[in-house]
């Protein structure tokens, strides 16, 4: 039966929601920018010691930056492009074709009552989330 993929999006939604699973991202780029920056206006301002204090203090702003906030799963994925979602669904698709379903609430009673099909899918979107978007995963609160 086909299904849309804003409905396949709401069943890797409540897999990951059942699971409170959440992700950050990091970002390193941004983090190394904000230290040399701010070692390099230090030692502008202060010469050398101005490069210890402005890197030390850039250096703990960077760390800082680059902890990542966590964010639920499920409001990371609808809020990926039409291109990811798409992406997303294709492998999402291939783990529930051969189910057996009418509309969608009957598929995600099928997908919450068996553990090793939502196995299959949280290990998809697991795999994604940290492959392809290179996020950090945890659950729980």
């Not at 959440?22 to 050398?48: C, E, I, M, N, Q």
């Not at 203090?57 to 990811?84: K, N």
């Not at 009418?102 to 998809?124: P, R, S």
Request: aromatic letters at 6%.
């Amino acid at each position: 039966m086909p299904i849309s993929v804003n409905d396949i999006m709401q069943l890797l939604c409540r897999v990951s929601e059942e699971r409170k699973m959440k992700a950050a991202f990091r970002h390193s780029g941004r983090g190394a920018l904000v230290a040399g920056a701010t070692a390099f206006v230090g030692g502008l301002v202060g010469g050398p010691p101005g490069i210890a204090v402005g890197g030390a203090v850039g250096g703990l702003l960077g760390a800082w930056m680059t902890s990542g906030q966590f964010r639920p799963i499920p409001q990371i994925i609808l809020e990926l492009p039409p291109v990811e979602q798409q992406r997303l669904y294709d492998d999402a698709y291939a783990i529930i074709r051969n189910l057996d379903w009418t509309d969608l609430a009957q598929l995600t009673a099928l997908v919450m009552g068996n553990a090793a099909v939502q196995q299959q899918l949280l290990g998809m979107l697991m795999s994604y989330l940290t492959n392809e978007l290179r996020a950090e995963i945890k659950y729980g609160d």
